[in-house]
């Protein structure tokens, strides 16, 4: 059984679908050891204390250097002997240095078709906004490895989602979200901890 940990800092709604598929025997290699939030007020907590999941909060300016937060992060990580550390809306930019200590072992859910609309500055709604400014007509989820880049670690999962005329950012982006996100991160947390998610030069590759 592996333990897993989320990071978060908002309504946690790809938490929440982990958790439920978990109750659902979806991840019978996995459980939750806890839920990390970037900052006291996210909703996300509520969820996990709920679920009988334990919480813990890391605010990233309350830290004076980023090697203090990193030690704290990664103390906090290794304290619960983590083998999984899946980032779900968590909006605090992570250190090259965290990223190796977790190199293959920390995924990310991004709104979109990587490449398309990632990297610096493409978060949240922001995202949206990008993909209806440019007129895309499909857009999606992916479900990634971290590593130092931005967005640029291998990808394991992607989803695609129509984009309707009429969308606004805000009803594109619970589209997303219900027709890919909620979808592909429970199902690659499944698969690394079935661990069905093998690394074939750099690539990420699934075995079902
Ligand atoms: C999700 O759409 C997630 O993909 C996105 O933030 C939202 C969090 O929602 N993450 C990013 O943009 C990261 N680059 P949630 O808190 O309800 O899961």
Request: proline residues 3%; negative net charge.
């Amino acid at each position: 059984m592996l333990n897993i940990a989320v990071l978060v800092s908002g309504g946690g709604t790809n938490l929440q679908a982990m958790l439920d598929a978990k109750a659902r025997g979806e991840i019978p290699n996995g459980r939750f050891a806890c839920v990390v939030a970037s900052n006291p007020k996210a909703y996300a907590l509520e969820r996990a204390k709920n679920a009988g999941v334990e919480t813990e909060v890391l605010v990233r300016k309350e830290f004076s250097t980023q090697d203090a937060y990193d030690d704290a992060l990664l103390g906090l990580l290794e304290r619960h002997n983590i083998d999984l550390v899946v980032l779900a809306g968590f909006m605090t930019i992570l250190s090259e240095r965290v990223a190796k200590a977790y190199a293959y072992r920390m995924i990310n859910v991004h709104p979109a078709l990587i490449p398309s609309f990632c990297g610096q500055g493409y978060y949240g709604l922001r995202v949206h906004e990008a993909a209806l400014e440019y007129g895309v007509k499909v857009t999606g989820a992916t479900v990634h490895f971290v590593n130092e880049v931005a967005d640029g670690g291998a990808i394991i999962l992607q989803k695609a989602v129509e984009v309707q005329n009429g969308d606004t950012p805000e009803i594109l982006q619970k589209r997303v979200m219900e027709q890919a996100e909620w979808e592909i991160l429970p199902k690659a947390v499944s698969l690394f901890c079935d661990g069905k998610i093998k690394i074939q030069a750099g690539k990420a590759v699934v075995i079902e």
